[in-house]
């Protein structure tokens, strides 16, 4: 082993290793159990971020520790194609590099330059994976778009369509003008905007005097109004249910209707009803028959429904309305109001409600066993909390609009007959129509929503629709690891696609965990500034360093913050471990085997494997419950303050004596420890502990395959654990009072033991251990009747250790410094007798510092009696 921990001098060695040996590599082996994890794959649109260190992080603790327990561990990795993402920046790209927008390079130069992206940033993914030590078994690799996800998504849009639960209808869909596409609703996110509340007259038809007020935060959407509601049990307006006002500026007649959907607290209790760009306003207007009229093109500009103002831009359009209504004296008034707007999860544009003919899944069938599954424990959230976001968007949820009007994706298998316009939904292009006899079809010009292909990821990547052993081994699969953000974008697509398709749900847990915050508590953006590139982290600290302090920092489902001092405080704990190691390793130049049981162990060796048990059963059981952190800082303490901090030290003077017995058995003891230690942390350090693993004696496999530890019973020993605990208590008193008393560690005293009798055998049968831990001289009983005068008493269980003050201090050195304090003392009190006896200082300096003189002078004068009554004692000593 090098002198020095320096992760850049084998970690990419271990890695080449491990992948030489094709150790990540899981196959189809009914002698084993089935561990299996898929990776959330990332998108293809840039570099890996922290959150993604910590996702995988996670999944990789897991399936090395299932490897080591001898299942057969499948970690199943892939990229995902992010349709709109992926899109928009290949968009951009073509536009900086050749000039030229996505329509006038069409389609096909389009696809062929994503699909060089792709190669790009997909290859980039993957090393950076490889950088952090993710053992995925990169020869199952997989992508959204590749050719057997693509036959799955097909698969299962024909299986769909075919049982009525996917179909083409015109809808009020979230639109993004900017992006050009249509969201889901999981795509919309709501964002707090300042915004105002704008007060308009309706007035009653035939009338110039009674009007409605209505309140709106939207005054461009009026344009498109086509009714007002009120409700059925609000005694303002009951009067004119069945009425009829007029819309201002436009002029069209609106009649007045009752529905229970109206909030009389909200605004002024009147709602204006605007069937294409509002989705409550378009329920209202199916139950009332209202006339529906698009004032707006998909481009976020006025169409010539809005009269006037067509061609406007909708928010210049909504200065100009305001303006207009101003004029006419229709504006009441404006008030100021926050509120949540709907904005595009990607580019942040504000939606708008469009109604639009697309294609939609219908949800209910489909998410009624989804939610049982939950409801039943069949599959378990961990936190259980999160069970509440997943259900409660089950049960609200709403048919999903499917398809994007984009060119990156999954085309929609559906063809159009261009003779008599018959849609055919199958997996190529029809040769003849049915109906009509016709041979020309063109194919639907949308792709599917990104998550139509990830919510089959977990059997898709196994081969289905085709029956393959892999899909019979590895589906279900046994935990999916993800962040709470996407419990409702994904893992509950998930589970209703892998009960329709499969008929079992995709795996029967769902450990969550929280997002990785800087170290304020913000949120990690490029628009912050505060991202970190887990790549740099690596390249400073080491892969090992950076994956322990977000195992370490981590516990399910709650956020994160990325401190750099903790990443520091984790490479020191590599550092300790591998000059540990490199210690234990110095001072054996034999195997000296395996404890057989014949050994004759001391106190500490008992102690240390009695913990070491405890530390295996309680680490295991915490990976099982998925508290990966938990485990992990007992580790960390194990391994810093009982095994090096405490058992090293207590090993050394065997270690290099003359006993030839009890030097083979602390090796033997330090070697056992050393081992298990380096494979319960594997998991979470896989590099070091590799790399210190290959210097073991005897060594016979590689880390990465070695088999978990399990907890040695016959080891438990809690008579040792509790004589250990006591002797190191005492050891710490010691050193504290020796560190106050500012005596060398060099310095020996003699330790007097004054315990009970019970007690008593356990400091006088480890005196070599006070002897080198507490600089001990001698240890021995006190006697009864002794008299010790002037000694140091350390308090422990059942009495008192004594330390004659003789043995601690060198008296004409205590002398020497005691005068100089003393002198010091009385040289800052003269100095303040001196200000305070200054008539002209005490008028004039403010009361608040004269009294603070008086009170340090106070202080002083306490200091050097106590100081002074020392000298004295010290000074007879010497006489």
């Not at 899944?361 to 998410?367: D, R």
């Amino acid at each position: 082993m090098g002198k020095t921990y320096d992760p850049k001098a084998f970690e990419d060695k271990i890695y080449a290793g491990w992948m030489e040996k094709k150790q990540f590599k899981a196959e189809v082996n009914p002698d084993k159990k089935p561990y299996t994890i898929v990776l959330p794959p990332p998108n293809i649109t840039g570099q890996l971020h922290m959150g993604h260190a910590l996702d995988q992080t996670l999944q990789d603790i897991l399936i090395r520790w299932r490897r080591m327990q001898g299942f057969e561990a499948l970690w199943l990795p892939g990229t995902d194609h992010a349709s709109i993402a992926t899109e928009v920046k290949v968009v951009e790209k073509i536009r900086k590099e050749e000039g030229l927008g996505k329509e006038e390079i069409g389609r096909d130069g389009f696809l062929e330059r994503a699909w060089a992206w792709r190669e790009d940033y997909g290859r980039q993914i993957v090393n950076q994976m490889m950088k952090l030590g993710s053992s995925c078994d990169w020869d199952r690799e997989r992508f959204t778009m590749d050719e057997g996800c693509n036959a799955a998504v097909t698969e299962v849009f024909i299986r769909l369509y075919e049982k009525g639960l996917i179909y083409r209808g015109n809808r009020l869909i979230n639109w993004c003008p900017d992006c050009m596409t249509t969201l889901s609703d999981a795509e919309v996110e709501h964002e707090e905007k300042q915004g105002a509340f704008y007060h308009i007259k309706y007035y009653l038809e035939g009338s110039e005097d009674d009007y409605l007020e209505i309140a709106t935060t939207r005054p461009e959407t009026m344009l498109g109004d086509t009714g007002i509601a009120v409700h059925p049990e609000d005694p303002r307006y009951s009067k004119y249910v069945g009425k009829t006002a007029i819309l201002p500026l436009v002029g069209r007649a609106l009649p007045i209707v009752a529905d229970a959907y109206v909030d009389r607290e909200v605004g002024t209790g009147a709602l204006k009803v605007t069937p294409a760009h509002d989705p409550n306003d378009y329920e209202i207007g199916k139950r009332h028959n209202l006339e529906t009229v698009e004032a707006m093109n998909f481009d976020g500009t006025m169409n010539e429904a809005a009269g006037e103002f067509a061609g406007m831009d909708r928010f210049a359009c909504r200065k100009a309305v305001v303006e207009k209504l101003k004029a006419s004296g229709h504006l009441i008034e404006i008030k100021e109001h926050q509120h949540n707007v709907g904005t595009c999860y990607r580019c942040h544009t504000v939606i708008e409600p469009m109604l639009s003919d697309q294609w939609f899944v219908s949800m209910e069938p489909l998410a009624a066993p989804a939610i049982d599954v939950v409801k039943d424990k069949t599959l378990e959230f961990v936190p259980e909390r999160f069970t509440k976001i997943y259900l409660h968007w089950l049960e609200n949820i709403r048919d999903w609009c499917i398809s994007r009007q984009l060119w990156w994706g999954h085309r929609i298998p559906a063809y159009y007959c261009e003779h008599c316009g018959k849609v055919v939904v199958s997996k190529e292009m029809p040769d003849t129509c049915s109906d009509c006899g016709g041979i020309s079809f063109r194919q639907d010009e949308d792709v599917l929503d990104t998550w139509f292909s990830s919510a089959l990821w977990p059997f898709s990547t196994l081969g289905w629709p085709e029956k393959t052993p892999e899909l019979d081994y590895f589906y279900p699969t046994s935990v999916l690891v993800t962040g709470y953000d996407i419990i409702f974008f994904w893992v509950v697509r998930m589970v209703f696609s892998g009960l329709d398709a499969m008929g079992d749900i995709p795996f029967d847990k769902v450990f969550i965990h929280g997002l990785v915050r800087a170290a304020d508590g913000k949120k990690m953006s490029k628009s912050l500034g505060n991202g970190v590139d887990p790549l740099d982290i690596i390249d400073q600290y080491g892969a090992d360093a950076l994956r322990f302090m977000l195992a370490t920092g981590n516990s399910p489902g709650n956020d994160l913050k990325f401190q750099t001092d903790r990443v520091e405080s984790s490479r020191n704990f590599a550092n300790k471990l591998w000059n540990a190691s490199r210690f234990v390793l110095m001072g054996i130049e034999n195997d000296p085997g395996a404890l057989d049981g014949s050994e004759t162990l001391t106190l500490a060796d008992r102690w240390i494997l009695s913990r070491l048990s405890q530390l295996t059963s309680e680490s295991t059981e915490n990976l099982e419950k998925f508290e990966l952190g938990v485990a992990a800082n007992k580790i960390y303490e194990f391994v810093w303050n009982e095994y090096c901090d405490w058992y090293i030290e207590t090993a050394k003077k065997r270690l290099y004596g003359e006993d030839a017995e009890a030097k083979a058995t602390v090796q033997k003891v330090l070697l056992t420890v050393l081992r298990d230690i380096l494979k319960l942390l594997h998991p979470f350090i896989p590099f070091i502990t590799e790399e210190i693993w290959q210097h073991l004696p005897s060594k016979t496999e590689d880390l990465i395959v070695a088999s978990w530890p399990i907890a040695n019973v016959a080891h438990i020993d809690t008579e040792a654990e509790r004589a250990m605990e006591i002797l190191m208590d005492a050891i710490r008193s010691i050193r504290n009072s020796r560190a106050e008393m500012e005596v060398a560690p060099s310095r020996k005293a003699r330790l007097i033991v004054k315990v009970t009798p019970e007690l008593m055998p356990v400091f006088l049968n480890q005196k070599t251990y006070l002897e080198s831990l507490a600089s001990a001289s001698e240890v021995r009983a006190y006697e009864v009747g002794e008299t010790i005068e002037d000694a140091v008493s350390v308090v422990v269980p059942g009495g008192e250790l004594l330390m004659p003050m003789d043995d601690l201090i060198d008296y004409k050195k205590e002398s020497e410094r005691l005068e100089k304090e003393v002198k010091k003392l009385t040289s800052e009190i003269d100095r303040i007798d001196s200000k305070l006896g200054n008539e002209g200082f005490v008028a004039k300096a403010p009361a608040k510092l004269v009294e603070e003189e008086r009170a340090k002078r106070v202080t002083l004068a306490e200091m050097l009696t106590t100081s002074q009554e020392r000298l004295d004692k010290v000074k007879s000593k010497l006489k």
